[in-house]
């Protein structure tokens, strides 16, 4: 069982949608959850972060903490072409003492104008 | 400078070559990280530094050689590659105690 697991997909939306991305984890001691948008042949760049359940609105962007069901979203409002990203998952477990965090593979958001 | 640097941002090198990455981080930041992401493939941990000590190694092959001289450069020094060490490495920074990390642009490297 992968750490992080995303859908790879694409996911195709139309221009003015909710575009919904998923995340599950492994690791139930897991306690900082990313999302990360890298556009194509650039780095990783942060939008978001999360550590307690619930929702975590900034802008267009929500993310959702379900820590029982080991699960973390992310909604984009108003979906853009510009939003049209691959979209990393990304989780912390500070307790170990280890710093780095665990990558899915991403999923691919196409926002269709 | 802003952020975190990374040169080159290209390379391209024969397997017999040495050669060296270089980041920089312009954010006060004290843990340092190296990463490679290929194509398909999740970020790959390499290696971790905090305050100048490297506190992972992801077993990561020797032909590797990180070196941190301080809390804001981060050095990869590379050496006998294989193709299939072709890749983005990416460099990233984090503040102590925090947990978000922060990317510079990445050197594509291609070896041939």
């Known amino acids: 069982q992968k750490e992080v697991e995303q859908n790879s997909g694409p996911l195709s939306v139309p221009e003015g949608a909710i575009a919904s991305l998923n995340c599950t984890y492994s690791d139930r001691g897991s306690q900082s959850f990313f999302w990360y948008r890298q556009y194509s042949g650039k780095s990783p760049e942060l939008i978001m972060s999360i550590y307690s359940n619930g929702d975590k609105e900034d802008g267009r962007f929500t993310a959702q903490l379900n820590k029982a069901s080991q699960y973390v979203s992310l909604l984009i409002r108003d979906s853009q072409p510009s939003d049209s990203a691959t979209y990393l998952c990304a989780v912390n477990r500070k307790d170990t003492g280890r710093r780095a965090l665990t990558f899915g593979s991403g999923t691919r958001l196409q926002v269709q104008p | 400078e802003t952020g975190v640097t990374q040169t080159p941002r290209h390379l391209v090198m024969g397997m017999t070559n040495k050669k060296s990455l270089k980041c920089e981080q312009h954010l006060g930041h004290n843990a340092m990280y190296w990463y490679k992401q290929s194509a398909k493939k999740p970020l790959e941990l390499m290696f971790v530094?905090?305050?100048?000590?490297?506190?992972e190694n992801n077993s990561v092959p020797s032909r590797f050689s990180p070196e941190c001289p301080n809390s804001s450069h981060l050095f990869l020094h590379l050496h006998t590659l294989q193709p299939e060490d072709s890749a983005l490495y990416l460099c990233a920074s984090s503040q102590g105690g925090r947990a978000e990390q922060y990317f510079g642009p990445g050197t594509r490297l291609t070896v041939t």
């Open positions: 530094y905090n305050f100048k000590e490297q506190t």
